[in-house]
Structure formats: C-alpha cells, structure tokens
C-alpha cells in the first residue's frame, strides 16, 4: 500500500480534528470508486429479470448509492459537507462473480475531495442490494470496495493499478 505521509486529522497531541481548508483552492474534483456483491447465480437472475420480493433492487440501489454520496459527512465524522455536483452510480452483472459490480463517480469543484463520498456511495448501495435479495440468498458477500481513481487536489491524480 502507498503511504501519502503523516494524518492529516490527527494533531500533535494524537487527538482528531476536522481539516481546515479554508486556506485551500477550489479544483476540479472526481473519485470513482468500486465493490461487489457475490451471490449464487439463480440470485443473480432473479433480481436481473425483476423477481425479488422488496421490488427493484438495481434501481433501489443505485438511488441509495445517490443519497450516500449526499449524506457522507453525517456519516464519516471528520469529513467535510460538500456541495455535490454529480453522483453516478452503475450497477452491472458479472457472470464471473457471480453477482453484480457496483461502480460510483463523484465530482465537485471544491477544497477538498471527493473519495470519501465515492466509497460511501458504493458501500451503501451494496447494503441495499444485500437487504433487497436477503429473503433469496443470506449467504451473498460483499467484497473489494475501493478507490479506483481520483483526480484534483494538491495530491495529485491516483489510479489503482489492477489486480
């Protein structure tokens, strides 16, 4: 793992605190961030062809992810609220898994990034695809969510390289 330097929310004496960035300039902003949740294969068709019980979970979730974004900083104690300017989420099936790949895109222009929301997103709507399809299969996982890349910011652009 690649290691940025010291904690940015912890002061000299080991207590947390919220980032000040005032002092920081606005920039262009953009994290994509990705997880997945493994289930059995006859899950997997059910929920594509619209059969579990609670309704739409592809749907469902991908507003969940949505409102996630929104809702981080009530969430993560130390982030900042951020004025949001888009939030994507996709859901797609993956016959490998098998099971479905959730992919979220978070952009601002803004003091600070958007990484954070972009997990959030992700985390969540794999919730709700958990609790929509649990009356079909309560073995499903939920695995690999990450931070695939980010762009903006004194730190730079970071892309994850593949596994």
Known sequence: MANSGSLT????????????????????RVATAEGSVRMLPETLAAILAGNAKKGDVLGTARIAGIMAA??????????????????G????????????????????????????????????????IYDMAKALDRAMEISAIRLV?????????YRRVKD
């Open 89 to 128: 989420v996709e859901i797609a099936p993956d016959d490998a898994l098998p099971g479905l790949r959730v992919t979220a895109t978070v952009s601002l222009t803004g003091k600070t990034g958007v990484e954070m929301e972009a997990l959030t997103a992700v985390s969540v709507a794999c919730l709700t």
């Open 9 to 28: 929310h912890i002061d000299r004496a080991g207590e947390a605190h919220m980032v000040d960035v005032g002092e920081k300039a606005s920039t262009a």
């Open 149 to 157: 890349e980010k762009t903006g910011g004194k730190s730079g652009a």
């Open 70 to 87: 929104k809702k981080t900083s009530e969430l993560v104690p130390l982030c900042h609220p951020l004025m949001i300017e888009k939030v």
